[in-house]
């Protein structure tokens, strides 16, 4: 029957005739092969809808000129028992070619050698103000708060949000997060994880990529809701007006995607994708403390916004239902051309939008194995998801 239908497009086959045969040929399946079909269908194009509406903004993104602004700036860093990342981070940030910034950090009850690092520290950067809260002064437990002293203790209008375990990728990092401050009271960075050998490490990397690439194409498209606390700028002003975290206190996780969620608008919030504005840290480097990291950043999902819920959820959703259909429809008939054509089109676009946003953001070592981890992450989250419906993680370190 396919076969069929495909012999009779020959050359003298117009518009009318394809219509004419196309119709036919629909009409000549049963009721379960025609929604097995139209199913099919409907997958793919909800993946060209993602791939040339959303996905299409980061890999033909366009970076923006440095100007001339420089606002101060105050970087806010919230550390707990990070004597070793202290030890390499702060001399890397107060390298930073920026013309007047401030650094803040926030020692969160640490029991190794936090606060005596950051003391020896002081007596060379009169530019690093530290913050020391201790387990009988501190009333609330969690970043939230640790982070929210941080903000009040800065010292200017602009915050820029990164970890201890982080590391800018050049010294033109600070020039690049408050390129356009005085436009957006929130611009939305990049932060992928350090490449190493393995596959925990790529599962890593390439989801760290994949979530990158979703923020920041929703958000260029006007529907930011979410950012990254490891490269993250807001005005301090937004922060207080909009009462810090208050809404979600309760909550260990989301002192970045639940903030930026409640607070971003179109108008308010841009994105910033140029590999000197990243900041690039370690991966986890066991099974076991990956997969508790990533407990603690799906935790927060369950908050979005109903529509934030189904854009995220359509997107893989659509992906695995193409391939199931697929599938079953090539067993079903026996024929495989129209499987095989759409699992090709949708893999051709992802592959073509995918290079760029990769290139642009130094990614391209993932590229030729971004199907195989794209599907075992179709595997893994929906575990992760179930784990957290029994138990939620409850301390953000």
Same mark, same amino acid.
């Given at each position: 029957m396919v076969a069929f239908f495909f012999s009779t497009m020959g050359d003298g086959c117009n518009f009318d005739t394809m219509k004419a045969l196309t119709s036919s040929f629909y009409e000549q399946l049963s009721l379960l092969d025609q929604v097995i079909l139209g199913l099919l269908v409907a997958s793919l194009l909800l993946q060209l809808f993602y791939q040339f509406y959303f996905f299409v903004r980061i890999a033909l993104w366009k970076h923006r000129p440095l100007g001339g602004h420089t606002p101060p700036v105050s970087i806010v860093i919230c550390a707990k028992n990070e004597e070793e990342n202290l030890r390499k981070l702060i001399p890397v940030l107060m390298d930073q070619d920026y013309p007047e910034f401030q650094l803040v950090v926030v020692n969160d009850n640490s029991w190794d050698e936090t606060e005596d690092i950051l003391k020896a520290f002081q007596h060379s950067f009169a530019n690093l103000h530290c913050i020391h809260l201790n387990e009988d002064k501190q009333m609330m437990m969690g970043k939230k708060f640790a982070l929210t002293l941080g903000i009040k203790g800065a010292k200017y209008e602009q915050l820029l949000l990164t970890d201890a375990d982080c590391s800018p990728n050049s010294d033109q990092w600070l020039r690049h997060m408050m390129n356009g401050a005085e436009e957006k009271d929130i611009r939305l960075g990049f932060s992928p994880y350090q490449k190493t050998r393995g596959l925990l490490n790529a599962i890593i990397r390439y989801d760290a990529f994949q979530t990158g690439l979703t923020y920041l194409s929703f958000a260029a498209a006007g529907t930011p809701y979410m950012g990254v606390g490891r490269n993250l700028a807001y005005t301090k002003s937004l922060?207080?007006?909009?009462?810090?975290?208050?809404?979600?206190?309760?909550?260990?996780?989301?002192?970045?995607? #639940?903030?930026? &969620? !409640?607070?971003?608008? /179109?108008?308010?919030?841009?994105?910033?994708? +140029?590999?000197?504005?990243?900041?690039?840290?370690?991966? /986890?480097?066991?099974? /076991?403390?990956?997969?508790?990291? &990533?407990? $603690? +950043?799906?935790?927060?999902?369950? +908050?979005?916004?109903?529509?934030? &819920?189904?854009?995220?959820? @359509?997107?893989?959703?659509?992906?695995?239902? %193409?391939?199931?259909?697929?599938? @079953?429809?090539?067993? %079903? +008939? &026996? !024929?495989? #051309?129209?499987?095989?054509?759409? #699992?090709? @089109? $949708?893999?051709?676009?992802?592959?073509?939008?995918?290079?760029?946003? %990769?290139? $642009?953001?130094?990614?391209?070592?993932?590229?030729?194995?971004?199907?195989? @981890? !794209?599907?075992?992450?179709?595997?893994i989250n929906p575990v992760l998801w179930m784990s957290n419906l029994f138990a939620k993680p409850k301390q953000w370190k």
């Open positions: 922060f207080f007006a909009k009462g810090g975290f208050k809404r979600h206190y309760h909550i260990a996780s989301g002192d970045d995607d #639940l903030f930026i &969620k !409640e607070n971003a608008t /179109k108008s308010n919030t841009g994105i910033v994708f +140029h590999p000197d504005a990243q900041t690039s840290s370690p991966a /986890k480097t066991t099974w /076991k403390a990956w997969w508790t990291q &990533k407990r $603690r +950043h799906l935790s927060t999902a369950p +908050h979005y916004t109903f529509f934030h &819920k189904i854009l995220l959820a @359509l997107h893989p959703t659509s992906a695995c239902a %193409m391939w199931l259909l697929a599938v @079953l429809w090539s067993v %079903m +008939h &026996k !024929e495989f #051309l129209i499987a095989s054509v759409v #699992l090709a @089109l $949708r893999y051709i676009v992802q592959f073509i939008t995918f290079r760029g946003a %990769m290139k $642009r953001s130094n990614q391209l070592s993932l590229f030729w194995a971004s199907p195989w @981890l !794209e599907a075992t992450l179709w595997i």
